[in-house]
């Protein structure tokens, strides 16, 4: 999704700003673009709606005035207006004075737009981060301070912004924040304004994190305001070891790298964490009171890992659980004693975070999953499982959707004992099936590896998919749907398979590919049997017998963890014979910031 970088360097910003830029490609961009300073006082404004190698020639291309040492530049994810290079950030005010990135949405920009167009100031795209440019202009005709205009702008917006702002003649760089993740590393290299540390990393390890209603004048010294008032810069954070930069490692693409991580992971988690479940310590460490009831509050992928721990909760201990999309919060009741799950990889899904703003009783206590501890969920949550899966590139969620099941698991188990509601041994029966994770995971991978392709060509030209599941095995096979959709662009949709006669049998003609996602019910037999009556492909993921035997354990409340392997393999294969770019699908981002 969008990314902001900026930066004060001694030297030129341009190859910072593209380095950086390429950093953020994996989150997805359809338009990129910078303005830098020049050494004749005016902006420089390079854009494309091509990828960074394009923006990087055109900048070679330039033969204006000789580019300098201050910059800012934007991975556009449209949200308003169509993806041309007039939408294209940087954005300008009427007199070219200040240009501005902007990630997050302005909800009053209609109205702002209006005001200003009929006070003279005019439009030259329909996005609606043009609209805080104008406002700065408008305050720049009253008092010539950078820092003074951006303050009294951001007062008239609605909704969430992170901003870096440059001024022509002056070179002043100023940054704000509100609802959308910021942060600023000022250090002997130059200062850097960036919206994902990872961007940068190459200069800088420690940041100043803005919170919201910050705005900052990154100058030589740093101006730090917060809701108007002068205050000091926020204790800097240290990210080096959280965002070791990702490279491929002989894979093709990263998402292959990151399914072949799975087992290893699992492994590493389980060994990591097995200690601390039958005795409570993992749950107690958390400092979190005793709770009654589970709202999950999570997205997509993170959704399904949800389903997952949700039920795990329920089948062992009969806890009610609640899940909860982040964008439909609102409608949800919560009831003292609730414990709040908030399930995020990136911890800077918008809508998980605005979801957190739901009111809720006060006893209400959040813990946040996430593969990012100095994310913005972290910071708003009152306990912390982070679950160290490294970078993942690819936008499909793959290694840390396991992660996120192993770790939400084991915690669970662990508040478990620690309440008295399971025994010690039953626990301790339960962490030896966890144990056997790692290799069920490489089983399902060697046997995918090798049975997958054949089926992921013959089914290739399908127009749609049907997952089915029961019980235990549903998140897995919605999962399953996701990831085929996300990355083939084909209709994929999961079903309970007892569902299929209520309505999506109708769906069913000669050739609809039908995966079945198996947990030893045996009802799903039967399910089976009434599609393949009327003439669907169907493919099993299941024990032996099935098209793709992977699973080989006795059942457990976790449902077939391992089946979302050849799941996983399938889509990327599909997507592959399609010629699709697996890392990078079309209209998505890998860490979504706007609701
Ligand atoms: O960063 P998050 O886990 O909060 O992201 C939530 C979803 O956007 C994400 O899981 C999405 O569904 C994946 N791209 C699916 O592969």
New binding site residues.
């Given amino acids: 999704m969008c990314g902001i970088v900026a930066c004060r360097v001694r030297d030129h910003a341009a190859p910072v700003l593209l380095s950086a830029l390429r950093n953020l490609e994996y989150r997805g961009y359809d338009s990129v673009g910078i303005a830098v300073s020049t050494e004749i006082g005016t902006l420089a404004r390079i854009r494309t709606v091509h990828r960074i190698d394009d923006l990087e020639h055109r900048v070679n291309d330039w033969n204006g005035a000789r580019l300098g040492n201050v910059g800012i530049g934007h991975t556009r994810w449209a949200t308003h207006g169509a993806v041309d290079e007039a939408n294209a950030h940087p954005h300008c005010d009427c007199t070219g004075r200040i240009s501005l990135v902007h990630n997050g949405i302005i909800e009053n920009c209609d109205e702002l737009r209006a005001t200003l167009t009929t006070s003279g100031h005019q439009f030259s795209s329909a996005v609606d981060s043009e609209v805080v440019c104008h406002l700065i202009e408008a305050r720049l005709a009253e008092s010539s301070d950078l820092f003074d205009a951006v303050q009294t702008a951001v007062t008239q917006l609605e909704g969430s912004w992170a901003l870096a702002v440059l001024e022509e003649s002056t070179g002043r760089l100023v940054a704000a924040a509100h609802h959308s993740p910021l942060l600023l590393a000022h250090n002997d290299a130059g200062t850097f304004v960036t919206s994902d540390p990872a961007a940068v990393s190459e200069w800088a390890s420690e940041f100043h994190i803005l919170r919201d209603g910050d705005v900052v004048e990154a100058g030589e010294t740093l101006r730090w305001r917060n809701s108007g008032l002068m205050i000091d810069p926020p204790t800097p954070v240290d990210f080096a070891r959280t965002h070791s930069p990702a490279e491929l490692r002989g894979h093709s693409d990263f998402m292959d790298q990151e399914i072949d991580e799975q087992p290893v992971l699992a492994a590493k988690l389980i060994d990591e964490l097995g200690p601390a479940i039958a005795n409570g310590r993992l749950w107690d460490e958390l400092g979190l009171p005793p709770f009654d009831a589970l709202q999950i509050i999570?997205?997509?992928?993170?959704m399904h890992a949800g389903r997952v721990i949700a039920q795990t909760l329920g089948r062992l201990a009969a806890v009610p659980t609640t899940l909860t999309l982040g964008s439909e919060v609102a409608y949800d009741v919560v009831l003292p004693r609730t414990l709040r799950l908030a399930i995020?990889?990136?911890g800077e899904?918008a809508d998980?975070l605005r979801a957190l703003d739901h009111p809720v009783p006060t006893e209400v206590r959040t813990l946040a999953l996430t593969n990012n501890p100095h994310s913005t969920l972290s910071r708003r949550a009152d306990a912390v499982l982070a679950y160290s899966a490294g970078p993942e590139i690819g936008?499909?969620?793959t290694k840390t959707f396991v992660a996120q099941v192993i770790v939400g698991v084991c915690a669970v188990l662990s508040a478990l004992v620690s309440s008295g509601r399971l025994s010690v041994t039953a626990t301790l029966e339960l962490v030896e099936q966890l144990r056997r994770l790692p290799v069920q995971l490489t089983t399902a991978l060697e046997i995918s590896r090798r049975v997958v392709p054949a089926i992921a060509h013959d089914l290739s030209t399908a127009s749609g998919f049907l997952f089915l599941g029961r019980g235990s095995a549903l998140p897995y096979a919605a999962e399953g749907a996701?990831?085929l959709k996300?990355l083939s662009y084909r209709w994929a949709e999961h079903y309970p398979a007892g569902e299929l006669k209520h309505g999506p049998l109708a769906l069913i003609e000669p050739g609809t590919p039908v995966v079945a996602v198996e947990n030893g019910d045996p009802r799903l037999r039967a399910n089976i049997s009434e599609v393949r009556a009327r003439g669907a492909r169907v493919v099993t993921v299941g024990y032996d017998g099935s098209t793709i035997p992977v699973l080989t354990g006795e059942p457990t409340p976790w449902g077939p963890l391992e089946a979302v392997v050849p799941l996983q393999i399938l889509a990327r294969a599909v997507a592959l014979e399609l010629g699709r770019d697996v890392d990078k699908p079309r209209n998505?981002a890998k860490?979504?910031t706007v609701e």
């Fill in positions: 999570a997205c997509g992928t993170s995020s990889q990136s899904t998980v936008v499909a969620a996701l990831k996300e998505l860490s979504v």
